[in-house]
């Protein structure tokens, strides 16, 4: 497996130092690190060949050559693994006696990751859950089409209410969160269309 650290991480660093909150950022990245490799068990235990890892400035990214089992229920738990495994450190220092107050960044960091990939847009978690289940019911064209569409609406909706949120606590995380969430669906969006393109050109082959 391939991994590639993003230089432009640095710059990253320096803006959250300068911001006073450079604890915050590296927690983040540490418990983004553990999801994806949370992820890259599962894959591996289902018998997916993974490519690569990449260490970017907003955070973490896994890719793998192939999925291994095709099966809906495989799928769902290689997606859900990252979720549950925040999801499971939030909760244990939570419940780990005298550690709540002083690792409250810990659980606070963790069920924002987990949250925020289960959101049903692509391509986090949640939204790569939804689609497969999707794909079951209608098909691989349709329900890649659906999420697509379902994706915009949903970050538009997102935005909007972010908008308001940021006006009022005059929130910059808030402002990247909305940005990278974009970010991921224009690159989601031109992988459907290259997808779309190819389909139709078989299609008129044959």
């Known amino acids: 497996m391939k991994i590639e650290i993003n230089l432009k ?3 990253v660093l320096i803006l959250f130092l300068l911001l006073n909150n450079i604890d915050t950022y590296i927690i983040f990245l540490i418990f983004i690190l553990i999801h994806e490799l949370a992820h890259l ?6 018998g997916g060949k993974p490519r690569k890892l990449n260490l970017n400035p907003l955070g973490v990214s896994l890719e793998f050559y ?3 089992k095709n099966k809906l229920i495989y799928k769902v738990l290689f997606y859900l693994a990252g979720p549950l495994v925040n999801l499971a450190i939030a909760i244990a220092f939570m419940y780990i006696e005298g550690l709540k107050g002083e690792y409250e960044k810990i659980i606070y960091t963790n069920l924002a990751i987990c949250i925020f990939n289960l ?3 692509l391509p986090l978690d949640g939204g790569k859950i ?9 098909g691989i064209g349709p329900s890649n089409k659906f999420m697509i569409l379902f994706s915009k609406c949903f970050l538009f909706a997102i935005t909007f209410a972010y908008s308001i949120v ?3 606590l005059k929130n910059v995380y808030l402002l990247v969160l909305i940005v990278y969430l ?3 669906y224009y690159i989601e969006e031109k ?5 779309k393109k190819a389909s139709d050109t078989i299609k008129r082959v044959i």
């Open 41 to 46: 068990f599962v894959g591996i235990m289902i």
């Open 191 to 195: 992988k459907y269309n290259i997808f």
């Open 166 to 168: 940021i006006v009022k």
């Open 130 to 138: 939804l689609k497969e289940i999707l794909r079951v019911i209608l």
């Open 9 to 11: 991480i640095i710059l």
């Open 182 to 184: 974009w970010y991921l």
């Open 119 to 121: 959101i049903p847009i």
């Open 66 to 68: 192939s999925y291994g």
